[in-house]
């Protein structure tokens, strides 16, 4: 099978580039976010919040074990959109690893961190809320604080996605279309 499983830290662009590649490459595409939606009726954020980091790996883990077993029976050829914590979810990228590729959409951290912090809504007295988990439990209180906290994530994760992929694809600040005609050029060559 030759599937490309998009990785990366939250908003370095998967679901968008699978959306894209996925047109341009005439295949399917899948959110392993999504499916995860379908299978709970909850968000990943709500499994999360709700029951925690080992409720949401298990989620995450059936989701990509179901996608798999989908796409083996199948033989059908698709574009994988995984959530941004899957590198450390050695069950998931388990269930995956058969289907094809592992790209690693590497974003620059500004540009990531910028993408968070437009999401985030400050509160009257300081903090914030709709921040990732990992950011949110920290508790920052100033934009400079979330970042502070968002640097030591992007280090950390940068490495995993790094060991994890078959294939490193620099974002930088190129268009959409761009990065997808780079992308596909790569998992072909």
């Known amino acids: ?30 959110d392993t976010d999504d499916i995860i939606g379908d299978m709970t009726g909850k968000s990943p954020r709500e499994i999360y ?17 179901k996608l798999a077993a989908r796409l083996a029976e199948s033989g059908e050829r698709a574009v994988i959109a995984t959530g941004g914590g899957v590198c450390c979810n050695e069950a998931a990228l388990a269930a995956l690893r058969p289907l094809g590729t592992f790209v690693f959409l590497n974003a620059p951290e500004q540009a ?42 992007y280090v950390e994760r940068v490495a995993l996605y790094s060991r994890a992929a ?14 997808a005609a780079k992308i596909a050029a790569l998992v072909a060559g």
């Not at 699978?18 to 490459?25: E, G």
């Open 1 to 30: 099978m030759d599937c490309i499983i998009l990785m990366g830290i939250k908003h370095c662009g998967k679901s968008t580039q699978a959306r894209l590649l996925s047109q341009k490459l005439g295949i399917a595409s899948y």
């Open 49 to 65: 919040q709700t029951g925690g980091k080992d409720a949401f790996m298990a989620a995450e883990t059936a989701a990509c074990k």
């Open 112 to 153: 990531a961190a910028d993408r968070i912090i437009r999401e985030a809504r400050e509160l009257e007295g300081g903090g914030f809320e709709n921040l990732p988990a990992y950011i949110a439990r920290k508790s920052p209180r100033t934009i400079l604080e979330v970042r502070a906290v968002f640097h030591d994530f």
């Open 166 to 179: 078959d294939i490193t694809v620099d974002m930088g600040r190129a268009g959409k279309e761009e990065n």
